[in-house]
């Protein structure tokens, strides 16, 4: 029987997709499941996700033994076992990619985070690893920085879906939304496909994390959702341009938004309050299982999120009086979300490595 509470979010026009991937979810039928009764479309990964899942029990650790055997070590055995269960999601969600024609259904990847700088290592990761793990519902993940935006840029040009992650700002998305534009007017250009899916990943719950405890109590857990209605606002618009009609009508899909990093931080708080709040058709929220969960249980739809982002620059404004200042935070938040994700990156390799050295016995030490 398929939930009414998440069901609501898809009927309104919301995709709710996983933040999360275990082996032992795949293999114990939980992923599947969600699929069937939770209106699950989707799924989505990151260093961290990976660190956890192969970090903890033993699940990964036959493959692991059996790469090391063969030769193979660092990132090159963690995107071998990362591919693995890619793949096994994708296929799950195959059936909702094909009866959407490429915009529901999808699994992400992220390149190294060791090449946020980097635009032509990452323009090269994303082609080598879209193409090894060959899947056509796989969306590379690509952080939306400076160095990032070319390789989106370009990775669209060249075909490749892109999550662009690491977004905290109306401005940082508006930038990947023009080179998510300008990736596509090339291909039309050179008479090629225009049909690449891309989404762009808004991070909410890390700005009220990052002031919380500089404000009011009234005030807590309300600026996330606040940068989101601006930032929902500025994509309405866009949608509704002239430039992107032009685009629409040559076949393109539009570049949608994502929710990300709403699962609720504050135990004082309501633990589904970012999934209600940002009810919003034509965008995707990635949740992670226990909050899915928990709306699943008791979550309620109510007001959407208001196409002119209702009242987000008066929610702003009053947090710039308190002394936050916005602009600055966005830029702080997407480098420590980038140096987050390294640090869990380095973590989960030297995991691997110290797994590969305990399969591999005291012989091979």
Do not use: C
């Amino acid at each position: 029987m398929i939930n009414p509470n998440t069901r609501a979010l898809h009927a309104l026009g919301q995709s709710l997709w996983l933040d999360n991937i275990t082996r032992d979810l795949l293999a114990d039928g939980t992923l599947a499941r969600y699929i069937a009764e939770l209106s699950v479309t989707g799924l989505t990964s990151n260093p961290t996700i990976f660190e956890r899942a192969i970090g903890e029990g033993k699940a990964y650790d036959e493959q692991i033994g059996a790469l090391t055997q063969a030769g193979r070590s660092g990132e090159d055995l963690f995107f071998a076992l990362a591919q693995e269960d890619l793949r096994r999601a994708a296929d799950l969600f195959k059936p909702i990619h094909d009866a959407t024609s490429g915009v529901d259904g999808r699994v992400s990847l992220e390149v190294s985070p060791l090449l946020v700088d980097d635009t032509a290592a990452t323009i090269a990761a994303a082609r080598q690893l879209f193409d090894a793990t060959a899947r056509a519902n796989l969306f590379i993940k690509i952080p939306g920085t400076p160095a990032g935006v070319k390789a989106i840029e370009e990775s669209i040009f060249s075909g490749i879906p892109v999550n662009v992650t690491l977004l905290f700002s109306r401005e940082q998305y508006l930038a990947v939304a023009e080179a998510y534009m300008r990736g596509i007017e090339r291909r039309i250009e050179a008479r090629l496909d225009p049909k690449v899916e891309s989404v762009a990943s808004l991070f909410v719950s890390r700005w009220d994390v990052a002031v919380n405890d500089q404000i009011p109590v009234d005030y807590r857990n309300r600026l996330g959702v606040a940068i989101a209605g601006r930032t929902y606002k500025a994509y309405r618009e866009l949608m509704a341009a002239p430039r992107w009609k032009r685009l629409a009508a040559a076949g393109a899909h539009p570049q949608r938004l994502l929710w990300a990093s709403t699962g609720m931080k504050d135990a004082d708080a309501r633990d589904t309050l970012y999934v209600e709040k940002l009810a919003a058709p034509d965008t995707i929220d990635t949740i992670p299982d226990k909050t899915l969960l928990a709306f699943a249980d008791h979550g309620k739809v109510g007001p959407v999120l208001a196409a002119d982002g209702g009242d987000a620059e008066q929610e702003i404004a009053n947090f710039v009086k308190l002394g936050i200042d916005v602009d600055a935070l966005a830029l702080r938040l997407q480098k420590e979300g980038g140096d987050s994700f390294k640090k869990s990156w380095r973590s989960l390799l030297a995991g691997i490595r110290d797994k590969s050295a305990q399969l591999a016995g005291p012989a091979a030490r």
